[in-house]
C-alpha cells in the first residue's frame, strides 16, 4: 500500500536500541525467479503516481511483479526474498520496499521506468510485515529511513535505507502486521494482532505514546482518515461461546468488525476504540484484511478473503459505537442502501487493496486467483482481470489451502480455518468446540506449524489421525458441509507444508548462544525432556499436570511442542500464562510436575533462552 510522509527531525537512536539489533544476521538464501507454472499469490499491491502502474508482493512465488494495469500485463517480474508480504512505494516512484517474512529482510528495489531491479538486502528481524518510509532526504529526495514491523519479535525496526541496515528497534505490543504513519508525519500507527491494541509510536524517537484496546484480534492492514483524526482496522471479536449453528449465526463465536481509533484525544480523556460490525445474519463477512480510504476521505474498501468479496462502504455515516459494543448484525438502514454497503463478488481470496489517485477504481490483489482485479468504486463493477502467472491447475496442497482459507466452508460464512489459526499458526484465541469433549471450556487456539510430526492431536491427545482431525474440525468447529475424502486429503497436504520457522534467539549461524546451551543443560536435568522430547520437543503420552478439572470428559494433556514456542503467547490450554518466566513458576514448575528443584533465578533466564531457541 501506499504509505508516506515527509521529511522529519533525524532519529534520536539510543545505545541500548543500538545494541538491541546489532547482533541480528539473517540466513543467507539463493533467490531465482519463479517458473512459469509456481503460484504467485499476490498479497499486496502498491501504485504508482501515473496511474498506469502497480507493484505487487508474490506471497508464494518469492517475487515482486511491475505491471502495466492500462494494459493489464505484466511488465517484468524479479526474485526477491522468502514470502514477501508488504509493499512501500517511494513517492517519485524510483524506489521500493518490499518486506521478506520468511526471509527475515527487507528487500530495496531501484525502479526505472519499467524496469525492476534489486539494490540490496537489509537483514531486519524475525517477522518482518508491514513497512512505511519516514523521511529524511538523500540528494533532495525523501525517503532514507523506513520503519518495519517484526512480527515474531513484537517490535519495529528503524531502518537505514541508503546505507542498507537496521539501525534501531523498539518495543510493541505483541505480533504487530501492518503499519502506517498519521498525515503529520510525527507518529507511527502499528496494529498488534495478537497484542489486541492499536499503538500510537512517535515517529522520530520511538517512543510509545500510546496504546489503544481494540477488543478484538486479528488487526490487520491499518488506515488513516484524509482529515488525520481517526485510524481505521479491520478486527474480529469473539465471545468464546460454544460452536452450534445458533451460536454462530447470532455472532457469538466470531464477528467481523471495521473499527477506529482516535488520534486526536484531549489530554484528560482516554482514547477509546470505535467499531461497526460488517456481519448479516444468515450470510456474513469472513477474514476482512485489506482496507483503503478513497482520497476525498468518503469510501472505504475492505477485502474480505474468506467470503471471496470486496466492500465499499461509505465511510461518512456508518454507525460507530463505542461503548457497549456496535451488536452482533450490521445495521438494517446500512444494508439496504447499495450506496452505503455493498458487497461485490471477486472469487479467490482478495487480501491487498487501493484506491487509485482519482478514487474511481480500487485495485485488489486476489491471492489465490494469481491475479490483480480492478473494480469501479462507484458501482463495484468488475473493470478488468490482470493474471500474474501461475498453475493451469491448482496442486492437491494448494486446493487444500484455498479450503483451509475458504470462510464458506463454515455455517452461513462466518469464519475459516484460518481465522483462528492465521497462517497456520495461531491468532492467541481460545475457542470452545467440541475437541475437548463438549463444550463449556474455551481452549486457546493450537499453531499447526510441524503438525505432521506432533500426533496425536487435540489439547487432550486423543485422536491420533491427522485425517479424521481435519474432517471434524470442517464438520464439528465449522458447522459447515460434510467434506469429501479430497477434500479433506488436500487439507492434509496443506497443512505438511507448514514448518516451523527458524528462531531469531539463536547465533547468526543458527547455533545456541551460550545461555541457551546452559538451559538445555537445566531443561535436560529438571526433567522436561520427559514430556517434551528433542528433537520436536513433544512426546505421544499424555500427562497430568495439576490443571485439570473434575469434571473434563478427557483426563490429562498431551504435550504441546516448544518448536516455535517463543512466538505462541498466551501459553498453556486456557491461554492462562501471559509469558514463558510465569508458565515456569506459577504453573509448570519442576517442583510440581517432576519433583526436582525449581529454578534458581540463574537457571530460570537460561531456561527461557533456551526454549526461545527452539
Known amino acids: 500500500m501506499n504509505r508516506w510522509t515527509f521529511a522529519l527531525p533525524l532519529f534520536s537512536l539510543p545505545l541500548l536500541a543500538l545494541l538491541a539489533v546489532s547482533g541480528f544476521t539473517a540466513p543467507k538464501e539463493t533467490v531465482v525467479a519463479p517458473a512459469a507454472n509456481v503460484d504467485r499469490s499476490p498479497i499486496d499491491i502498491a501504485l504508482f503516481s501515473d496511474g498506469r502502474r502497480a507493484l505487487t508482493a508474490n506471497a508464494t512465488a518469492d517475487s515482486v511483479s511491475l505491471i502495466d494495469l492500462t494494459a493489464g500485463k505484466v511488465l517484468t517480474e524479479i526474485p526477491v526474498g522468502r514470502r514477501p508480504f508488504d509493499i512501500a512505494l517511494r513517492p517519485d516512484g524510483k524506489e521500493a520496499l518490499i518486506s521478506n517474512t520468511l526471509a527475515n529482510t527487507v528487500s530495496v528495489l531501484a525502479i526505472n521506468g519499467d524496469k525492476v531491479s534489486v539494490l540490496r538486502i537489509i537483514p531486519v528481524g524475525d517477522e518482518p510485515?508491514?513497512?512505511?518510509?519516514?523521511?529524511?532526504?538523500?540528494?533532495?529526495?525523501?525517503?532514507?529511513?523506513?520503519?518495519?514491523?517484526?512480527?515474531?519479535?513484537?517490535?519495529?525496526?528503524?531502518?537505514?535505507?541508503?546505507?542498507?541496515?537496521?539501525?534501531?528497534?523498539?518495543?510493541?505490543?505483541?505480533?504487530?502486521?501492518?503499519?502506517?504513519v498519521t498525515p503529520d508525519g510525527k507518529r507511527i500507527i502499528v496494529g498488534c494482532a495478537r497484542g489486541r491494541s492499536v499503538n500510537l509510536l512517535s515517529a522520530t524517537t520511538g517512543k510509545k505514546e500510546q496504546t489503544i484496546k481494540v477488543v478484538g484480534r486479528n488487526l490487520r492492514h491499518v488506515a488513516v482518515s484524509p482529515d488525520g483524526k481517526w485510524a481505521y482496522v479491520p478486527t474480529i471479536a469473539e465471545r468464546m461461546l460454544g460452536v452450534t449453528r445458533p451460536n454462530i449465526d447470532r455472532g457469538w463465536v466470531v464477528g467481523n468488525r471495521l473499527t477506529r481509533v482516535p488520534l486526536e484525544t484531549p489530554e484528560d480523556e482516554r482514547p477509546t476504540r470505535e467499531a461497526t460490525t460488517l456481519d448479516t445474519q444468515g450470510n456474513a463477512v469472513a477474514d476482512v484484511d485489506g482496507l483503503s480510504i478513497r482520497p476525498d476521505g468518503k469510501q472505504i474498501a475492505l477485502t474480505a478473503g474468506g467470503t471471496h468479496e470486496l466492500l465499499l462502504?461509505?465511510?461518512?455515516?456508518?454507525?460507530?459505537?463505542?461503548?457497549?459494543?456496535?451488536?452482533?448484525?450490521?445495521?438494517?438502514?446500512?444494508?439496504?442502501?447499495?450506496?452505503?454497503?455493498?458487497?461485490?463478488?471477486?472469487?479467490?481470496?482478495?487480501?491487498?487493496?487501493?484506491?487509485?489517485?482519482?478514487?474511481?477504481?480500487?485495485?485488489?490483489?486476489?491471492?489465490?486467483?494469481?491475479?490483480?482485479?480492478?473494480?469501479?468504486?462507484?458501482?463495484?463493477?468488475?473493470?478488468?482481470?490482470?493474471?500474474?502467472?501461475?498453475?493451469?491447475?491448482?496442486?492437491?496442497?494448494?486446493?487444500?489451502?484455498?479450503?483451509?482459507?475458504?470462510?464458506?466452508?463454515?455455517?452461513?460464512?462466518?469464519?475459516?480455518?484460518?481465522?483462528?489459526?492465521?497462517?497456520?499458526?495461531?491468532?492467541g484465541g481460545n475457542f470452545d468446540t467440541l475437541n475437548d469433549g463438549g463444550l463449556g471450556k474455551p481452549k486457546k487456539t493450537l499453531s499447526l506449524r510441524g503438525i505432521q510430526y506432533t500426533a496425536p492431536y487435540t489439547w487432550h491427545g486423543w485422536n491420533k489421525d491427522l485425517r479424521q482431525v481435519i474432517h471434524d474440525s470442517l464438520v464439528n468447529t465449522m458447522q459447515g458441509p460434510e467434506p469429501t475424502a479430497e477434500d479433506v486429503a488436500a487439507v492434509e497436504a496443506y497443512l505438511k507444508t507448514l514448518e516451523w520457522k527458524q528462531s531469531p534467539f539463536r547465533n547468526p549461524d543458527g547455533s545456541l548462544t551460550d545461555a541457551a546451551k546452559r538451559g538445555e543443560a537445566v531443561f535436560a536435568a529438571k526433567d522436561c525432556n520427559t514430556c517434551h522430547a528433542a528433537p520436536n520437543y513433544t512426546t505421544p503420552r499424555i500427562a497430568t499436570v495439576g490443571l485439570e478439572e473434575k469434571d473434563d470428559f478427557y483426563k490429562g494433556y498431551n504435550p504441546p511442542s516448544l518448536r516455535g514456542v517463543y512466538n505462541r503467547a498466551p501459553y498453556l490450554h486456557d491461554g492462562r500464562a501471559r509469558t514463558l518466566e510465569e508458565v515456569l513458576t506459577e504453573y509448570h514448575t519442576p517442583s510440581q510436575l517432576t519433583g526436582k528443584p525449581d529454578c534458581t533465578p540463574t537457571e530460570l533466564a537460561d531456561m527461557i533462552a533456551f526454549l526461545k531457541s527452539l
Not at 459494543?325 to 446500512?334: F, L, N, Q
Not at 496442486?395 to 480455518?417: M, P, Q, T, V
Open 129 to 180: 510485515r508491514g513497512l512505511t518510509y519516514i523521511g529524511g532526504a538523500v540528494n533532495g529526495v525523501a525517503g532514507n529511513k523506513a520503519f518495519v514491523a517484526l512480527g515474531g519479535e513484537s517490535a519495529l525496526a528503524v531502518l537505514d535505507v541508503t546505507a542498507g541496515k537496521t539501525i534501531a528497534r523498539y518495543p510493541t505490543d505483541a505480533e504487530p502486521w501492518h503499519i502506517t
Open 313 to 427: 462502504m461509505r465511510l461518512t455515516d456508518l454507525p460507530f459505537i463505542a461503548f457497549g459494543g456496535p451488536g452482533d448484525h450490521i445495521d438494517p438502514d446500512v444494508l439496504d442502501d447499495p450506496q452505503r454497503f455493498r458487497r461485490v463478488k471477486l472469487g479467490g481470496r482478495p487480501v491487498g487493496a487501493t484506491y487509485t489517485a482519482d478514487g474511481k477504481s480500487v485495485a485488489v490483489a486476489n491471492y489465490l486467483l494469481n491475479a490483480v482485479q480492478i473494480v469501479d468504486a462507484a458501482s463495484g463493477r468488475m473493470i478488468r482481470t490482470i493474471p500474474l502467472g501461475g498453475p493451469s491447475q491448482p496442486s492437491l496442497a494448494r486446493r487444500g489451502e484455498a479450503i483451509f482459507l475458504d470462510g464458506d466452508r463454515s455455517f452461513n460464512s462466518w469464519y475459516s480455518c484460518n481465522s483462528c489459526h492465521t497462517e497456520g499458526h495461531t491468532n
